[in-house]
């Protein structure tokens, strides 16, 4: 064995190499010491999903360059949403990154009533891809920080019908899940079931570097994220928690506007993201399949907790492709001090936190 001492010039450059060639298609198949066919499939579909990101980041940073690339479409897509340019963009670059993929026979998205079909991939493309193309997309026109969420399945039948009835079962038949977030840099985050791993957008590569193995959320955060706007439309015991939080001291609010914000800021810091219910929408405005279960996902892999508030997020099974869950998300005592006022059984925070 080489001397380390000796050649501690040559053993420092290497694992700086080592550490620069650890994208994400590599580390994929280093989770799964394998080079077997799903292996090389999940390394292959984590890599288009780093190139629609790619994309993506390439537009955001130069949207204020541009024509046409800030404001609304005029249309309002099938959650009566009004559509902005970057959804629509977003919504199709991630199309065009499985295009002759062989990969995903089928995407489902925010922006799509039905799922759309790549029927060239169909015969051998085994998943599908469900994806939140701009998430925060009211941050858009004002250079903040926007995402993607996305969540890969396997496509079980042949969903003949174009109904996506197989995708109607629970957060725990997701192969993978992530996000990426468009931020001062770009970050992409996913899991497939073996630890929650963060990877930086090197511009001058142009690839995905790890840059942070094995994320473990604190079970225990000190902020907060709602909208508080919402106060007066919330259930009793939401209003409650929030009046309780405001006089505990070392709590702190962050809101972003863009749910990957915050959660990417709660699974280094911990804290607590929620989306309740309201009079007029009980199940609050997120929806299952693209965006709470991936997150639920992500957060549980990474020691945290994902609720409705009354049942473990992942158990929920949606009643059609764009349903929408309620959202408690976070670390493990900050979730649970929330439950404990929607389940009408109030914690002190004494029980939970650790100081
Ligand atoms: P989207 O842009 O995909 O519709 O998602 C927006 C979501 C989420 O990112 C954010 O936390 C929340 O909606 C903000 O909604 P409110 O303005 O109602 O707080
Ligand atoms: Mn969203
Ligand atoms: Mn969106």
Known sequence: MADKSVNSGNFFHEQALDR????????????????????????????????????????????????????????????GEDVKKMDLFANEVFIAAFKQSGLVCRLASEEMDKPYYIPENCPIGRYTLLYDPIDGSSNVDHNLNVGSIFSIRQQEGEDLDGTAQDLLQSGRKQIAAGYILYGPSTMLVYSIGQGVHAFALDPSLGEFILACENMIIPDHGPTYSVNEGNFWDWDESIRQYVRYVHRQPGYSARYSGALVGDI????????????????????????????????????EQAGGKASTGSENLLDVVPDHLHARTPLVLGSRQNVELVESFIQNNPQAESTFVQV
């Open 264 to 299: 990417h800021r709660i699974l280094f810091q911990g804290g607590v993201f929620l989306y309740p219910g309201t009079t007029k929408n009980p199940q609050g405005k997120l929806r299952l399949l693209y965006e709470t279960a991936p997150l639920g996902f992500l957060v």
């Open 20 to 79: 620069d060639c650890t994208t994400l298609s590599r580390h994929v198949l280093q989770q799964l010491k394998s080079f077997g066919p799903d292996a090389q499939d999940l390394s292959a579909l984590m890599t288009r999903i780093g190139l629609a990101g790619k994309l993506i980041a390439r537009r955001l940073s130069r949207a204020g360059l541009m024509e046409g690339v800030l404001g609304l479409t005029g249309e309002v897509n099938v959650q």
